[in-house]
């Protein structure tokens, strides 16, 4: 567990080509895409950002449904168990976390616009607030995806 956790964050920020091979090996070849940007870095500084230049702490509720939105999933996943005798045992269950996930992720873009439509925050840290945070979202979604574990049978 604490080795896919240092991956974790070492990934989100460095980047994946700068762990795959050691700088000082020679090769005649590039074998690893060119360096790719720390994403989770990237959308956390641009949340931090939408906050800071304009001196407003309501962005930072962005990372808040972010932060929260796989939740559901996984909860929900985690108590519809699968049953040998019965193929969609706890269909509804997992429908219910999907709803719930759909619904964190459609408020954490909404409710920047809201904000910004209600002048509680500047046009430019919603547009910041929400980059950031579809960038978070979508960093959480693909390392969760990446260290999943397929069940077996």
């Not at 997992?94 to 910004?116: E, Q, S």
Request: negative net charge; contains cysteine.
């Amino acid at each position: 567990m604490a080795a896919g956790l240092k991956t974790i964050i070492a990934l989100s920020f460095v980047g994946p080509s700068s762990l795959l091979l050691p700088s000082n090996l020679p090769l005649p070849f590039s074998p690893s895409p060119p360096p790719s940007p720390p994403v989770l870095a990237i959308g956390f500084l641009l949340v931090i950002l939408s906050s800071a230049l304009w001196h407003n702490y309501l962005p930072l509720l962005v990372v808040a449904t972010y932060v929260v939105a796989p939740l559901p999933n996984w909860i929900c996943g985690r108590c519809a168990s699968a049953d040998d005798f019965m193929e969609s045992a706890g269909g509804a269950v997992v429908d219910f976390g999907r709803f719930v996930t759909g619904f964190l992720v459609v408020m954490g873009i909404a409710l920047p616009a809201l904000l910004a439509h209600c002048a509680l925050i500047q046009y430019p840290a919603m547009a910041m607030s929400i980059v950031g945070g579809l960038l978070i979202y979508g960093t959480i979604i693909s390392f969760t995806m990446f260290f999943q574990e397929e069940q077996e049978f």
